[in-house]
């Protein structure tokens, strides 16, 4: 294989982990947060950094909302602070580092883990979504003539093509009935016959895979043991300390065709790892439960645990869909909140708002604000915000926070914020203090 398409290679065997430690909440906390990234940002963040961090995730999921920046970019700068955006572009589609499929949900995943990946094409060419393969099929050629106009003039948005047949009369006026334009480009792009090369003001730009990768996909994906361990380096890479439970929640099985849906399947797995000295075994005082972390990050936990306060004071808000707080029940017990998206909600069913993003203090989620970005104006918009749980900022706080809403103005370009509801009424005279001096 060439560069960035080699097959996954498992980690040599290593020696026996060392003896469980104890550790403290906040040391907990803080060694979560060193692991996503979340901590010191650099000054002057370029494309070496947003690839580094992508590799320390593991992924960005790529989303459509777009209440202000969409999430993925959100994901970058909750970590780096203000960035240029085309760099993100340039790794995915010009540098090839990257490439688009589903780990978490639909993601950029880093080009080197293209191979096991690859299962998911080779798993749908054996079993094709029904009424997906049953259109093309009524649409004779349909497939032949997208795949020859791909090849004879190159990459196509769904706006490229000319003289394909219309949605067949049975199917019109049904809900969930796509164009056949649409199902065959995502039929060969399910099946591998094509990848999406690029991206236009968002919308998918498709190409013949062998146009796309570096190198041609293999024939085979690696194994099912393979994959599985994959998914937990990732997931013990990207969240530092997770439970047994946790293997499955981070890179979801279903996307790499396993099964780790049973405890004893994971807790069989974790042995493993631990035999092969790749996984250590940690305590948090005052729990019974057993927590795992790589060995590989042992340097940086050691690191953490002798810092006389371990908690930075590094404050950020986090999309919705942060690699951070992706799961909610893991969410609700390592910081205490029960928190979700609430933009497919009906308005008066919403408690914190449309896009609600989490404020991260000293390694606790602390409150939120809802913004919206009135691009043409020049106005973030908070539509609500609030500090729960009983947290009273101080004036650290307060000044990280200024810090922090500037660099998000400057972010999307705006210039000022207008704000809506707040509380409690401290942060409210503080906002609206905050938008008097911009």
Same mark, same amino acid.
């Given at each position: 294989?060439?560069?960035?398409?080699?097959?996954?290679?498992?980690?040599?065997?290593?020696?026996?982990?060392?003896?469980?430690?104890?550790?403290?909440?906040?040391?907990?906390?803080?060694?979560?947060?060193?692991?996503?990234?979340?901590?010191?940002?650099?000054?002057?963040?370029?494309?070496?950094?947003?690839?580094?961090?992508?590799?320390?995730?593991?992924?960005?999921?790529?989303?459509?909302?777009?209440?202000?920046?969409?999430?993925?970019?959100?994901?970058?700068?909750?970590?780096?602070?203000?960035?240029?955006?085309?760099?993100?572009?340039?790794?995915?589609?010009?540098?090839?580092?990257?490439?688009?499929?589903?780990?978490?949900?639909?993601?950029?995943?880093?080009?080197?883990?293209?191979?096991?990946?690859?299962?998911?094409?080779?798993?749908?060419?054996?079993?094709?979504?029904?009424?997906?393969?049953?259109?093309?099929?009524?649409?004779?050629?349909?497939?032949?003539?997208?795949?020859?106009?791909?090849?004879?003039?190159?990459?196509?948005?769904?706006?490229?093509?000319?003289?394909?047949?219309?949605?067949?009369?049975?199917?019109?006026?049904?809900?969930?009935?796509?164009?056949?334009?649409?199902?065959?480009?995502?039929?060969?792009?399910?099946?591998?016959?094509? #990848? *999406?090369? /690029? !991206?236009?003001?968002?919308? $998918? &730009?498709?190409?013949?895979?062998?146009?796309?990768?570096?190198?041609? %996909? =293999?024939?085979?994906?690696?194994?099912?043991?393979?994959?599985?361990?994959?998914?937990?380096?990732?997931?013990?890479?990207?969240?530092?300390?997770?439970?047994?439970?946790?293997?499955?929640?981070?890179?979801?099985?279903?996307?790499?065709?396993?099964?780790?849906?049973?405890?004893?399947?994971?807790?069989?797995?974790?042995?493993?790892?631990?035999?092969?000295?790749?996984?250590?075994?940690?305590?948090?005082?005052?729990?019974?439960?057993?927590?795992?972390?790589?060995?590989?990050?042992?340097?940086?936990?050691?690191?953490?645990?002798?810092?006389?306060?371990?908690?930075?004071?590094?404050?950020?808000?986090?999309?919705?869909?942060?690699? #951070? *707080?992706? /799961? !909610?029940?893991?969410?609700? $017990? &390592?910081?205490?909140?029960?928190?979700?998206?609430?933009?497919?909600? %009906? =308005?008066?069913?919403?408690?914190?708002?449309?896009?609600?993003?989490?404020?991260?203090?000293?390694?606790?989620?602390?409150?939120?604000?809802?913004?919206?970005?009135?691009?043409?104006?020049?106005?973030?918009?908070?539509?609500?915000?609030?500090?729960?749980?009983?947290?009273?900022?101080?004036?650290?706080?307060?000044?990280?926070?200024?810090?922090?809403?500037?660099?998000?103005?400057?972010?999307?370009?705006?210039?000022?914020?207008?704000?809506?509801?707040?509380?409690?009424?401290?942060?409210?005279?503080?906002?609206?203090?905050?938008?008097?001096?911009?």
């Amino acid at each position: 294989m060439g560069r960035g398409t080699g097959a996954y290679s498992p980690q040599p065997t290593m020696p026996s982990p060392p003896t469980s430690i104890t550790l403290t909440k906040d040391q907990q906390l803080a060694f979560i947060l060193e692991c996503q990234g979340l901590g010191k940002r650099p000054r002057r963040p370029g494309k070496a950094d947003i690839s580094a961090l992508i590799d320390r995730l593991g992924y960005l999921q790529i989303d459509t909302i777009q209440a202000v920046r969409r999430s993925q970019y959100l994901v970058l700068w909750s970590r780096l602070g203000s960035y240029n955006v085309e760099l993100l572009h340039q790794l995915a589609y010009k540098d090839r580092a990257l490439f688009e499929g589903y780990s978490h949900m639909l993601s950029y995943i880093p080009m080197a883990h293209f191979p096991l990946f690859w299962i998911r094409h080779l798993e749908y060419r054996k079993k094709p979504h029904p009424w997906m393969e049953r259109m093309v099929k009524e649409l004779k050629g349909l497939e032949g003539d997208v795949l020859c106009q791909i090849k004879e003039r190159g990459a196509h948005t769904s706006r490229g093509f000319s003289g394909l047949p219309d949605i067949p009369d049975k199917y019109r006026g049904v809900t969930w009935a796509w164009r056949p334009l649409r199902v065959a480009l995502e039929h060969l792009w399910n099946r591998g016959e094509l #990848l *999406i090369s /690029d !991206r236009d003001n968002f919308t $998918r &730009v498709y190409d013949l895979t062998e146009r796309v990768l570096p190198s041609p %996909p =293999p024939e085979s994906a690696p194994s099912e043991d393979e994959r599985k361990r994959y998914i937990a380096r990732t997931t013990l890479k990207a969240w530092g300390l997770i439970t047994e439970r946790d293997l499955a929640q981070y890179v979801l099985p279903r996307a790499l065709y396993v099964k780790l849906s049973n405890s004893r399947i994971r807790e069989k797995l974790l042995r493993e790892m631990i035999d092969r000295g790749e996984v250590g075994t940690a305590q948090m005082e005052g729990m019974e439960e057993t927590f795992y972390y790589l060995t590989d990050l042992k340097p940086q936990l050691d690191a953490v645990l002798r810092r006389r306060k371990p908690l930075p004071d590094f404050l950020t808000l986090l999309s919705p869909f942060d690699n #951070l *707080i992706c /799961d !909610r029940r893991r969410t609700k $017990r &390592v910081f205490g909140v029960d928190y979700a998206l609430e933009a497919y909600k %009906p =308005p008066q069913q919403r408690l914190r708002g449309y896009f609600a993003m989490p404020i991260l203090w000293r390694g606790r989620l602390v409150g939120y604000i809802d913004p919206r970005l009135e691009r043409k104006r020049g106005v973030i918009r908070v539509d609500n915000a609030e500090l729960e749980g009983g947290f009273k900022g101080d004036d650290a706080f307060y000044s990280h926070l200024a810090k922090i809403l500037r660099d998000f103005l400057g972010f999307h370009g705006a210039e000022r914020i207008e704000v809506g509801r707040a509380k409690p009424p401290s942060l409210k005279r503080w906002l609206s203090e905050f938008k008097d001096k911009m």
